[in-house]
């Protein structure tokens, strides 16, 4: 592993050059692995380890037709790649168990009686082992548990793929019952396409996790637009003028400058008014965020949001509700108004 200095603390990561594809393709050359589910991380990873050469079959419901007919436009052969998900489990050594949390706590009696002595059961979110008082998945110890967690969406894992780049994920080794855990974990990781892989725990990965998507990642962020976007409509400002200032200059230009090159970078490019209010105002938005987060990673260490978690996503209208929360938040002002701005970017103009 190479030793990376991260702002003071010296980490390992995993880098490609050191764990090449060909190391990985000679490690998993007598694995099946047979990826459970074809919804967010399923389709990603499993075509990225196609292209990789990796021996992969899909598990999904057919009765599940949108994502079934996605597997066979995506390639996948009825019979001979894709599978129920029952059946894929069985044909597979490495199962990778990429269904939803919640679906993850149903199968899981079907999905355990087809694991075999030296399977390695895999996930990409520590959620169903950390919380196995809740979910019930407790793993046989005659079977590796492992886990890779790509630091993005399966969109941004197939998409970062094609373009060559890659996109760095977490690595833990839960139960080792093989004595081959880890490297075929590094062996899964490096197949997925992961630019560089650094170590974690399954605990820490989902602590981690839910706390970061509930807060900044997703929940933090568009709740702090929708508070500037009022406050701006509030005051006299016009819809595109509210949304230009508080989502499109920082979605298509500032956080653009931050994944170049980091925050200070960032700043250095703003103007000199930008950079001095921003400077005042920083310390005390922390100061009042900071207690909200302290209050969410709390709730997610003593199971208060994973129990609320598969309650929810374990009803039958789950999708219903959903659909209609999402349907709120689409026809609201302020995304409404996001449209209507997107649609006039340059790359959208008529010729």
């Known amino acids: 592993m190479a030793k990376i200095d ?16 060909a190391k990985a393709q000679q490690v998993l050359k007598d694995e099946t692995v047979a990826v459970l589910g074809y919804g967010v991380q399923g389709p990603a990873q499993s075509m990225n380890m196609r292209d990789n050469g990796i021996n992969v079959i899909v598990g999904q419901t057919p009765e599940h037709k949108f994502h079934w007919d996605k597997a066979v436009a995506d390639g996948w052969v009825p019979g001979k790649t894709l599978f129920p998900i029952d059946e894929a489990a069985k044909r597979g050594t490495i199962i990778q168990y990429l269904v939803s949390d919640a679906a993850q706590m149903m199968l899981w009696p079907m999905v355990k009686a087809n694991l075999n002595k030296g399977d ?22 005659d079977v590796d548990v492992i886990m890779v967690a790509p630091k993005g969406s399966g969109t941004s894992v197939r998409r970062n793929f094609l373009a060559g780049s890659g996109i760095n994920a977490s690595f833990a080794v839960h139960q080792d019952a093989t004595g081959r855990a880890t490297e075929r974990t590094l062996a899964l990781g490096i197949a997925i396409g992961a630019g560089y892989l650094f170590p974690t725990t399954f605990q820490n990965e989902v602590y981690s996790d839910l706390t970061g998507e509930r807060g900044i990642l997703i929940g933090a962020l568009s709740g702090v637009m929708e508070a500037q976007y009022n406050v701006l409509r509030k005051n006299g400002h016009t819809p595109s003028e509210a949304f230009n200032e508080t989502v499109e200059e920082l979605t298509q230009s500032l956080i653009r400058l931050v994944g170049e090159n980091g925050m200070d970078f960032m700043y250095a490019n703003c103007s000199t008014t930008a950079q001095r209010g921003a400077l005042d105002w920083h310390p005390r938005f922390k100061k009042a965020v900071e207690p909200v987060f302290e209050d969410l990673y709390n709730s997610v260490v003593n199971g208060t949001e994973t129990a609320a978690v598969l309650k929810a ?8 509700k959903l659909d209609v929360e999402l349907k709120t938040m689409r026809d609201s002002e302020m995304w409404q108004a996001g ?5 006039l970017r340059p790359e959208n103009w008529k010729q």
């Open 6 to 21: 991260f702002g003071g603390v010296v980490e390992d990561v995993v880098m490609r050059d050191e764990f090449p594809l």
């Open 313 to 320: 996503n374990s009803a039958s209208d789950y999708q219903v």
């Open 339 to 343: 449209k209507a701005v997107r649609s």
């Open 120 to 141: 390695a059961l895999y996930f990409s979110h520590g959620f169903s082992i950390v919380y196995k008082t809740q979910t019930g998945v407790v793993a046989p110890a």
